[in-house]
């Protein structure tokens, strides 16, 4: 394997050699020496494949990845990419606003940006670079760290096309701007690797929502590497959904970055339907006092999927909250990962955070593993975590079975009862029925009787 992954890790540098040349030649000193910093680092790094000694990779095992021959995707001119693929992967509003992304490549015939009040920016960011490079600059791989992480850097090597939403202080925006990342193959052996970026930064005072997506158009086998970073202004409000629905054959990892300004607050609903192998690291820094935030999470997993949520909140200032929810549903022989941390820094007083991860086993091979964590470095805080793995409760099944509900539709019954406070917690109605409608298609594929 060691031989397969550094192969791996010699083509993306050829891959990126290419590119400079040609695709990237016209972009600013500053980030070509930003994606070749990145890459030296990724080299050195390497994919993070040891499971001994490797506490924060120690229950998913990269591989596959490291080993899988994935290159990165350069063209998207011959995938046929329409309307109805964008409509069929979309969430929300046909109204909103939306960026769309092929293979991390940005889709300006299918984008659709018109209904955004004065000042606020929707674009994609290599066009962001050149018309407000100091911004940019400021502020991109300045929350998303890529000395130690190397699949952060490996996303930062490529930094081209990706989005970039800015809201100016004292703005609200009323309807959700939508990013939607499709990842598809040209054909079955061109098995693609895809790096999206996303800078979003909000001003003092503002409230918007963003609605991450990431879908696919046919069943292929690619490895999609994300990193956002997001900054919320103090007083600010954003409300923050992802949600994917990969191929069961794909890889899918993300990095998400938050910074919270004074008294601002962030929210936060984590949607899990597809991939084969997913892993998603969430890391929320409450860098101003009076700071909150809200995360919530609900993964669906069968056959031999694999869900890893990786989350690290710190509380960096005093008088912050934060509220964390994570459930998921296993069946068949799936795994998933809860890992939470909740640190408190030193002098950070009157802190009240809460952390829960449940998950419903349908299976007797399904397995989940879940590791709370808190590291308090101050008195006076108020701090609580709960954690629970079960199967389906025989009495309440047969409560409905004796009122004369089939089995398979009380199971059914029972395993939507159960996610409903996680769907229900998402504020936008339309986002909130339309997620509800696609577990329960998932839920609808399973067979849900014993």
């Known amino acids: 394997m060691a031989r397969d992954s550094l192969k791996h890790q010699q083509d993306y540098q050829s891959a990126l050699a290419g590119l400079e040349l040609d695709t990237y030649a016209d972009d600013p000193t500053w980030v070509h020496e930003l994606r070749q910093n990145a890459m030296s680092r990724f080299q050195s790094l390497g994919f993070p494949t040891a499971r001994r000694g490797n506490e924060e990779w120690k229950y998913t095992d990269v591989g596959p990845v490291a080993k899988g021959g994935f290159k990165y995707a350069i063209s998207t001119a011959n995938l046929n990419i329409n309307l109805d693929h964008v409509e069929n992967a979309s969430i929300g509003d046909s109204g909103w606003d939306q960026l769309v992304f092929i293979n991390g490549a940005y889709s300006h015939s299918l984008s659709s940006v018109s209904n955004l009040p004065d000042g606020v920016v929707a674009i994609n960011l290599v066009d962001a670079i050149k018309t407000t490079p100091t911004m940019i600059q400021k502020h991109l791989a300045q929350f998303a760290g890529y000395e130690n992480e190397a ?208 998950n419903l086993l349908l299976s007797n091979e399904a397995e989940a593993d879940t590791k709370p964590a808190f590291w308090v470095y101050c008195d006076d805080v108020k701090c609580g975590h709960g954690a629970a793995c079960g199967q389906m409760d025989d009495n309440a099944l047969f409560y409905l079975r004796s009122r004369g509900i089939p089995e398979s539709e009380a199971r059914g019954l029972l395993v939507r009862a159960f996610v409903t406070e996680v769907i229900d917690s998402i504020p936008n109605e339309v986002l909130r029925e339309q997620i509800g409608n696609l577990v329960q298609s998932k839920l609808n594929d399973w067979a849900l009787s014993s």
């Open 151 to 358: 699949f952060v850097a490996l996303n930062t090597a490529f930094t081209h096309d990706g989005a970039f939403i800015y809201v100016p202080e004292d703005t609200i925006v009323e309807h959700p701007i939508r990013l939607l990342f499709l990842s598809s193959s040209s054909s079955s052996d061109s098995q693609v690797s895809c790096q999206p970026r996303i800078l979003i930064i909000t001003g003092d005072r503002s409230k918007a929502s963003v609605v991450e997506t990431y879908g696919r158009t046919s069943n292929d086998r690619y490895f999609n590497n994300a990193v956002t970073e997001i900054q919320v202004g103090s007083g600010s409000s954003l409300d923050y959904c992802k949600a994917q629905q990969q191929s069961e054959e794909s890889f899918h990892i993300t990095t998400t970055e938050v910074s919270l300004g004074q008294d601002s607050h962030f929210s936060s609903i984590n949607i899990d339907l597809g991939g084969k192998l997913v892993r998603n690291n969430l890391n929320l820094v409450t860098a101003g006092e009076g700071s909150s935030c809200v995360l919530n999470g609900l993964y669906l997993t069968n056959g031999v999927q694999h869900v890893d949520n990786q989350i690290i909140i710190d509380h960096a200032q005093p008088f912050t909250t934060s509220r964390e929810l994570y459930k998921g549903v296993l069946d068949g022989k799936s795994r998933s990962v809860f890992h939470g941390s909740i640190i408190v820094r030193e002098g950070a007083v009157k802190v009240n955070a809460n952390q829960v991860d449940k």
